[in-house]
């Protein structure tokens, strides 16, 4: 079977670029979606490989289920390159093998979750803050798969109506944030500046929130469309005060949705 759940049988593929199994009898939680694709996306492991380890809700099921399989047999002579500090101590927790870009500047796959995923495969990432991190790590693996419950897709990048994050240096952050939502000021932009409490679901204050590299989070907020994200991306990074932002674009190999219908797998159509 393609997924250890008795409900998901492969069926079908409707074209090369997509790849469709059974839909599910049962309604599913948003959790138990999020493990089908991270389950679905360890299957693409081989042993030997050099793996990306994915940061956030959905990516730590594939790192349970890597270390799983490791510890079963089934997977052998696994390393695994963290994209955060919570995944590094999840994968050293149990047991996987772990290195670094500075040893492994090219990697065989790397598996990670998503919040924003449009009908080309490009993505919004770094809610949970992880954003330089991760495109360090995907942005150097020969395959990247992504794996989403069918909540993340969306028509456009922002179209979900959630932040799209921008890491910047603390030095002045006001003015970084100030000019990126000048700079997105057509499409009905705010910018915020992350809290701890608003990263972690508080209500109230809070000091900023702070990335792994000692830098804030501004979230871009959007009403609508930002047009050419090419555009956006470089107008973006050309702003002294911003480390990176959080759009992936044309990185996503493969991306596994879990939803109420069954399990989808869309494939990046390579133009060559």
Not at 94 to 113: E, F, R, W, Y
Not at 119 to 141: D, I
Not at 181 to 206: D, W
């Amino acid at each position: 079977m393609a997924i250890p759940y008795p409900h998901f049988n492969p069926v079908t593929s409707e074209k090369p670029a997509m790849e469709v199994l059974s839909p599910s009898p049962v309604v599913l939680t948003q959790d138990e979606l999020k493990r089908i694709a991270a389950y679905k996306a360890v299957e693409m492991v081989e042993s030997g490989m050099v793996v990306g380890l994915g940061t956030g809700s959905t990516a730590k099921h594939a790192v349970d289920r890597i270390a799983e399989l490791l510890h079963k047999g089934k997977l052998k002579k696994i390393i695994g390159i963290p994209t955060s500090t919570k995944t590094h101590e999840q994968a050293l927790s149990l047991g996987i093998p772990l290195s670094d870009l500075d040893s492994h500047p090219v990697l065989d796959i790397a598996i990670d979750g998503a919040d924003e995923v449009d009908p080309n495969l490009n993505l919004v990432k770094g809610r949970g803050g992880s954003l330089l991190r991760e495109k360090m790590v995907e942005g150097v693996c020969k395959k990247f798969v992504v794996i989403v419950d069918e909540s993340k897709l969306v028509k456009y990048i922002g179209g979900s109506g959630l932040a799209m994050p921008v890491e910047i240096v603390p030095f002045c952050w006001k003015f970084t944030a100030k000019r990126l939502q000048e700079l997105f000021e057509y499409a009905g932009c705010v910018a915020k500046l992350r809290t701890f409490a608003s990263a972690n679901e508080m209500e109230n204050g809070g000091l900023p929130s702070v990335t792994d590299n000692g830098n804030y989070v501004v979230d871009l907020y959007f009403t609508r469309d930002i047009g050419d994200l090419k555009a956006a991306s470089d107008a973006i990074l050309r702003l002294a005060g911003v480390v990176e932002h959080g759009m992936f674009l044309d990185m996503a190999t493969t991306v596994i949705v879990a939803g109420d219908r069954g399990v989808t797998i869309k494939n990046k159509i390579s133009n060559v």
